[in-house]
């Protein structure tokens, strides 16, 4: 396998200790990449080259899995890696540590419904105070 560069490497460690944690994440595109979009902070770099953030997914995208991935490409990395950043940034990393662990477990551990994490989530995206 030839890597693009080093953060393309730690994505793909970092899947691979996802998958020694919860074999199961695998299941979920939009945890599985944006964690690894996120910690490798390719997030970082995709962020930057960017300018506006209106083609965020919605909730049937997002939960569609590789359906969303085969559709938007990198757009996809994105947002998943911005969901992740939301989750960290609001919820704390133990937070992230349990969802990794029993995903099923999401509305408990965040304390809404999946609607209202999504909408949640559309604030903090709108609102762009992360972007600093
Ligand atoms: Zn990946």
Do not use: C
Request: glycine share 4%; hydrophobic share 40%; aromatic share 12%.
């Amino acid at each position: 396998m030839e890597f693009k560069n080093t953060f393309q490497l730690i994505h793909e460690f970092v899947h691979a200790v996802i998958q020694q944690i919860n074999p199961s994440v695998a299941g979920l595109k939009w945890l599985d990449e944006g964690i690894a979009e996120y910690a490798s902070k390719q997030l970082e770099e995709d962020i930057k080259s960017r300018s506006t953030f209106n083609d965020y997914p919605t909730l049937r995208q997002l939960e569609s899995g590789s359906v969303y991935f085969d559709e938007a490409g990198s757009t996809a990395y994105l947002y998943s890696g911005i969901l992740i950043k939301y989750i960290v940034d609001e919820y704390g990393i133990d937070a992230l540590n349990k969802i990794i662990r029993t995903p099923t477990n999401i509305e408990v551990i965040m304390k809404a419904s999946t609607e209202n994490i999504y909408e949640q989530w559309v604030k903090y995206l709108e609102d762009k105070k992360w972007l600093r």
